[in-house]
């Protein structure tokens, strides 16, 4: 079975960072597009950043120098450090885990149950 398991989201003030974790079992995660996506109320799923399985790093222009994606092998785990938080990235954070080359243009094979952001002005 897999599973994808997001933790970390919360309310921040303009300016704040947070850390989102997925926790990933099921999968051998290495072998696929790992990615976080966030969905706004009213907006469509948008791709925040992605990993290939060759490890290289793709952004979204909208959080590109103020979010970092990274992950821990060992532990099969993705993370999403956000800085700079403004009001706009309020969503819905989801891991996911698919097929692609970037994080803008991916087949999402298995979605997380999402974590909740929201920053207040």
């Known amino acids: 079975q897999v599973e994808l398991v997001e933790s970390g989201g919360g309310s921040v003030q303009s300016g704040g960072s947070l850390r989102l974790s997925c926790v990933v079992s099921g999968i051998t995660y290495r072998h696929y597009f790992m990615a976080w996506f966030r969905r706004a109320p009213g907006k469509e799923r948008e791709g925040v950043a992605g990993f290939d399985k060759a490890g290289l790093i793709t952004y979204a222009d909208s959080v590109k120098g103020r979010f970092t994606i990274s992950r821990d092998n060992d532990k099969n785990t993705l993370y999403l450090q956000m800085n700079s938080l403004k009001p706009e990235d309020t969503a819905m954070y989801y891991c996911?885990?698919?097929?692609?080359?970037?994080?803008?243009?991916?087949?999402?094979?298995?979605w997380g149950q999402g974590t909740q952001v929201t920053v207040s002005s």
């Open positions: 996911a885990a698919g097929a692609g080359t970037i994080v803008t243009d991916m087949v999402v094979f298995y």
